[in-house]
C-alpha cells in the first residue's frame, strides 16, 4: 500500500514563510509526477505546483516567484517552500502523487491519482 504523509503546516503572519512536506511511503520503486494543491474554504481544490519525474515544474501564477517546489533525491518526497506569503494563500493544503509504481508481494503494481490528507495553512496576523 501506499501512502502520503505531509507535514508543515501551521500559522504565519503575513510576509513569513512555511515549508512543507511530503513523504510517500511503502516500497516505492518510481512515482511520475508530485505536486501540490490547495482548497480555500467554500473554493474548488486548485493546483499549487508540480514537478516531475524529470524536475520540470509548473506553478500557478498566483504562486509563481514566491513559491518553490522541489522533489527529494528518492523522488518519493516533494516539499513546497512558501515565502512571502499572503492571507490569500490561506487553505488547506495536499499532497498529490501520479502514476506510482510500488513493489508489494514481490510484484510491481501500479497506483494513480493519490492524496495525502492536507495540512492547514493559516496566514494572518
Known amino acids: 500500500q501506499v501512502q502520503l504523509v505531509e507535514s508543515g503546516g501551521g500559522l504565519v503572519q503575513p510576509g513569513g514563510s512555511l515549508r512543507l512536506s511530503c513523504a510517500a511511503s511503502g516500497s516505492i520503486l518510481s512515482i511520475v509526477a508530485m505536486g501540490w494543491y490547495r482548497q480555500a474554504p467554500g473554493k474548488e481544490r486548485e493546483l499549487v505546483a508540480t514537478v516531475g519525474s524529470d524536475d520540470e515544474t509548473k506553478y500557478a501564477g498566483s504562486v509563481k516567484g514566491r513559491f518553490t517546489i522541489s522533489r527529494g533525491i528518492a523522488k518519493n518526497t516533494v516539499s513546497l517552500q512558501m515565502n512571502s506569503l499572503k492571507p490569500e494563500d490561506t487553505a488547506v493544503y495536499y499532497c498529490?502523487?501520479?502514476?506510482?509504481?510500488?513493489?508489494?508481494?514481490?510484484?510491481?503494481?501500479?497506483?494513480?491519482?493519490?492524496w495525502g490528507q492536507g495540512t492547514q495553512v493559516t496566514v494572518s496576523s
Open positions: 498529490h502523487a501520479d502514476r506510482i509504481s510500488y513493489e508489494e508481494n514481490g510484484l510491481v503494481r501500479y497506483a494513480y491519482d493519490y
